[in-house]
């Protein structure tokens, strides 16, 4: 389930064109900030302007084949990759930004040093890996295997599946987006690749142990940009799983306002243009049922959770949508 996969950090942008961007401009809304920043310090060489430029475009450390476009541009990507996953508001997010600006101010010292540009990347790179490695969802394999036990589930037009099963396939990609919630627990979801309407998501406490299970079909960008009726899929739904009762209420509200997210596709900013978008999506009704794990009903020997409904608690609260901003 979790993959320690480095996908590679790098940085780039044109100088004099600040990557790590006004975080007061974008109120520390770090996703927002990595849709406005240059992929490159050089993103052409075709008539690099700046010493730096100069330096990754024609630069060739001994030993490369090659300039430092590639390093340029992988840098960037982990930069924008960290930004994302850093959310809004929050610690990591300002550490971030404050960060890239004395990364920025450094390598702008460099002018047409290659060997100073290389290191002061280098450097950058390696930071950037521990701040990934710190970004990872805390969700191990063994902590998601140990809740899912041996339950299956049953889904509407599907032959019965292992519970475990059905929720890897809904999030076997890399890195998993997570966020922290409102009353301190965090929510990790994914998809299927190449098929984004099979969700799955988990919400684990601050140890990393697992409080809720979620199945989630057919919401996926259920409210495209251009379309003002909802398109959910016809058995749309969000299944979930507890083995105590008490993490549905505890829970309900975040997950309401993250099926709302979903159906507008993860890109939405409720705070501003998307405002009246989110309160849309918000009303969109999704079938939402519940099971609880670990109840005595089996069918052919095997724990059959469908067998073990659960009513949903009556509970109100007010998280946006906007909060999984991705």
Known sequence: MRRQIFLGIGFC???????????????????????KIPDAFAPTCSHPQTPLQKAICHYKPKHWTDNLL????????????????????????THLLASQKVFEKELGACGSDGDCVLETMRKRSFALRDISEHQQAPLEAA??????GSAIFQSPGHKPTPLLQRIQRGMDIYPLPHMELPNGNTLVWGFQPHNATVQSLVVVNHQGAVQLLGAVDGIYLGLPRDKTRPELDANARITLFVRDPQALAQNLPALRAWAAASILGFNVDCGGADAARCKAAETIPVPILAYRLGCPQEASGKALVNRCPLPLPAVSGNVSPGLFWQ
């Open 13 to 35: 942008a044109v100088l004099g064109v600040s990557l790590s961007a006004d975080a007061a401009d974008a109120l520390l809304n770090c996703p927002v900030i990595a849709t």
């Open 143 to 148: 902590a998601l295997q140990h809740f899912a």
């Open 70 to 93: 590639l390093l340029d541009s992988s840098l960037m990507h982990g930069y924008k990759q960290a930004l994302r996953a850093a959310g809004v508001g929050t610690p990591e997010c």
